[in-house]
């Protein structure tokens, strides 16, 4: 009987892990995990692996997502092994190289031969096997589990040897968990970070925000879900326009940014502040890829559905008033 192997992306769509860089390019532990989990699955099956994938767009909260998680994997029937693929923090934007460590309850061999492998791929520090008897998934999925930390998205070393021999890590993992070697063969496409839910979308007029030339807004007025600078500086100027002191003033006009009625329920405010996730705008077919930036225009009063900056309204070739799609998170 062929190996049969559960993999699932650690945390959600809602459930936001840790991000280790706040701009581009940065490390986020729930797309880059997601993208893991699709080309180790694909290298399984490359060997004959039977493989069932499982990414979280449901919970919205993290006890539902840790349940929701264990039980899609215990209702996959028997198999061989559990595996949850998340990525380390420690702390913001280190430049210290931090390493790889797998996580076990039961599995000590094979958790210290998968870090192992990792290290050697990624050209990581080897922080081995770590017994957990702490961690939800490791103590209720039915089959043998490992948790993989692959690397810390908070180390800028370890971002860059991520990115550098993403490819080799996957395969090391698949071959390490299979017991076989993937013979020589160019590396396998690359799966993007994929969502099977759209959780806004809006078809309507648009108009155009943000700015030091935008004095439909005070000098002082704020956003409404994004409230420093710091957090966020891929969105503003470097310096405070002159006479202001708000973060709408600052907006970099020159950069893609969107405002909407988003449902906060759905579409919570950590979420749309991360620069990880961003929103598509559409035009015919043009489309172009954009930041939420704030709580956008009402359509009964103004009879809009997004304030656009006025790049993203020139890329678009639109004007005031002319139609555009929002959807968002961006297929």
């Known amino acids: ?37 699709e080309h180790v699955a ?17 919970s919205t ?26 990525l380390n923090a420690y702390q913001q934007t280190s430049s210290k190289p931090m390493g790889c460590e797998v996580l076990y309850v039961s599995q000590d061999e094979l958790a ?8 050697d791929a990624g050209d990581f520090i080897d922080r081995g096997g770590k017994y957990r008897g702490d961690l939800y998934f490791l103590n209720n999925t039915n089959e043998k589990a490992l948790l993989l930390e692959t690397f ?8 860059d040897l991520y990115r550098q021999n993403f490819d080799l890590i ?5 071959e390490t968990i299979a017991g076989e070697r993937v013979e020589d063969q160019p590396p396998l496409p690359v799966r993007p970070p994929s969502s099977s839910s ?23 007025e704020g956003l409404a879900f994004i409230f420093s600078y710091e957090s966020a500086p891929h969105l503003f100027l470097p310096d405070q326009p002159s006479g202001t002191t708000g973060l709408a ?68 070739e639109v004007g005031t008033d002319d139609t555009v799609t929002v959807i968002y998170p961006a297929p």
């Open 170 to 174: 996957c395969r090391a993992i698949a």
């Open 42 to 58: 694909d290298y399984l099956g490359d060997l004959g692996v039977d493989v069932v994938t499982i990414h979280d767009d449901v």
């Open 249 to 316: 003033r600052r907006l970099n006009p020159g950069v893609m940014y969107v405002a909407c009625r988003w449902d906060y329920d759905i579409t919570p405010k950590d979420m749309l502040a991360r620069p990880s996730v961003q929103a598509v705008v559409r035009v015919g077919d043009r489309e172009i890829l954009a930041w939420p930036a704030d709580w956008g225009p009402h359509e009964e009063k103004t009879g809009r559905i997004a304030d656009l900056s006025p790049a993203l309204m020139e890329a678009l």
């Open 198 to 220: 759209v959780l806004f979308e809006a078809t309507g007029r648009c108009s155009w925000f943000g700015g030091p030339d935008d004095d439909g807004v005070s000098p002082s």
């Open 1 to 37: 009987m062929a190996l049969k192997v559960v993999l699932s992306s650690g945390h959600g769509l809602h459930i936001r892990g840790a991000s280790g860089n706040p701009v581009p390019p940065y490390c986020d532990e729930v797309d880059e995990a997601r993208k893991i989990v």
């Open 112 to 119: 210290e031969e998968v870090s192992a492998a990792i290290a």
């Open 61 to 86: 909260t993290q006890d539902a997502n840790l349940h929701w998680l264990v039980s899609q994997h215990n209702q996959q029937g028997p198999h061989d092994y559990d595996i949850s693929v998340h």
């Open 152 to 159: 810390f998205c908070d180390s800028k070393p370890d971002c």
